[in-house]
Antibody, heavy 119, light 110 residues
Framework: EVQLVESGGGLVQPGGSLRLSCAAS????????MNWVRQAPGKGLEWVSYISSSGSTIYYADSVKGRFTISRDNAKNSLYLQMNSLRAEDTAVYYC????????????WGQGTLVTVSS | SYVLTQPPSVSVAPGQTARITCGGNNIGSKSVHWYQQKPGQAPVLVVYDDSDRPSGIPERFSGSNSGNTATLTISRVEAGDEADYYC?????????????FGGGTKLTVL
């Protein structure tokens, strides 16, 4: 069974840092591209970042470029999101999502981890 | 960057058909995916590549895509279908690469 389990969320002050993790199981993690997607309270889904299966290709949303860093460790079946210079507008539930092999669909999602940026 | 436009809300009576649209410039040339999200839960893929269904998704869920509009159709709507629905494409334009989501549509079952 495919499972994605996020962790690392919490309360952080503006300007602070946080590292999110996504533990993958039930599939060959190294064969799949991955994304981070976030959802602010009461708002819609917002794509955050993409990483290829090998980690060689990475993209970011303009809203996080220069502040967030996506990475992966295929040996540990894990995806990461290092978040620096956090702002109040980064407050959201952060989901990791697997990219399916058909046409780039998000075929499996984790349950999400809440990040709250507040003083 | 590419923009997807969805109606904020759609209402339908049980047993009727709900249609949720997703507008985008020449969206018919892209592969569109649809997600269902219930309160407090993660999104679930219900239609991918315009019209295919993942295993476990009822046949009542179908999709189409042509011109500037993609549509998610839910036939014989049930109370359990009440949720937010999001369309999504992969944007590969020169100034932006990544997933793009529509603003979401809240489906209310009357």
């Amino acid at each position: 069974e495919v499972q994605l389990v996020e962790s690392g969320g919490g309360l952080v002050q503006p300007g602070g840092s946080l590292r999110l993790s996504c533990a993958a199981s039930g599939f060959t993690f190294s064969s799949y591209e991955m994304n981070w997607v976030r959802q602010a309270p009461g708002k819609g889904l917002e794509w955050v970042s993409y990483i290829s299966s090998s980690g060689s290709t990475i993209y970011y949303a303009d809203s996080v470029k220069g502040r967030f860093t996506i990475s992966r460790d295929n040996a540990k079946n894990s995806l990461y999101l290092q978040m620096n210079s956090l702002r109040a507008e980064d407050t959201a539930v952060y989901y990791c999502a697997r990219v399916g092999l058909v046409r780039g669909e998000g075929d499996y999602w984790g349950q999400g981890t809440l990040v709250t940026v507040s003083s | 960057s590419y923009v997807l436009t969805q109606p904020p809300s759609v209402s339908v009576a049980p047993g009727q058909t709900a249609r949720i649209t997703c507008g985008g410039n020449n969206i018919g040339s892209k592969s569109v995916h649809w997600y269902q999200q219930k309160p407090g839960q993660a999104p679930v893929l219900v239609v991918y590549d315009d019209s295919d269904r993942p295993s476990g998704i009822p046949e009542r869920f179908s999709g189409s895509n042509s011109g500037n509009t993609a549509t998610l159709t839910i036939s014989r709507v049930e109370a359990g279908d009440e949720a937010d629905y999001y369309c999504q494409v992969w944007d590969s334009s020169s100034d932006h690469r990544g997933w793009v989501f529509g603003g979401g549509t809240k489906l209310t079952v009357l």
